[in-house]
């Protein structure tokens, strides 16, 4: 049985009870449902936040990555412009990168 369907049915069971109880013991019942709640809520932001923290860590391995191609990039730049060429496959691949990353972001960002 899933969670949602043993959930649903201690509900069914909680309510019944409530129709005949007492307002202490239907206090005690509208708590449990507020943990039981509360508790769902903790276990969806917990997973949320791991999934948010393993994407942090692939960005901070990427911008590591594009930081040890800058020196690189930044020789093939000057010499394509000492040389009176434009735009190298590499500095095409570098911006590229970064409109990807940007655009990347800006979708993350969204609610």
Do not use: T
């Amino acid at each position: 049985m899933s969670q949602q369907q043993s959930h649903y049915q201690s509900q069914q069971q909680h309510q019944h009870r409530q129709q005949s109880g007492n307002p202490q013991e239907q206090r005690r019942e509208f708590l449990w449902r507020e943990r039981v709640r509360l508790e769902m809520q903790v276990q969806a932001l917990i997973v949320r936040a791991e999934s948010l923290e393993r994407e942090w860590c692939m960005l901070q391995h990427y911008k590591a990555r594009m930081q040890q191609h800058k020196p690189k990039l930044a020789a093939q730049i000057m010499l394509s412009g000492l040389a009176g060429m434009r735009s190298l496959p590499a500095e095409r691949l570098f911006l590229y990168e970064r409109e990807r990353l940007m655009r990347k972001r800006l979708n993350c960002s969204r609610p």
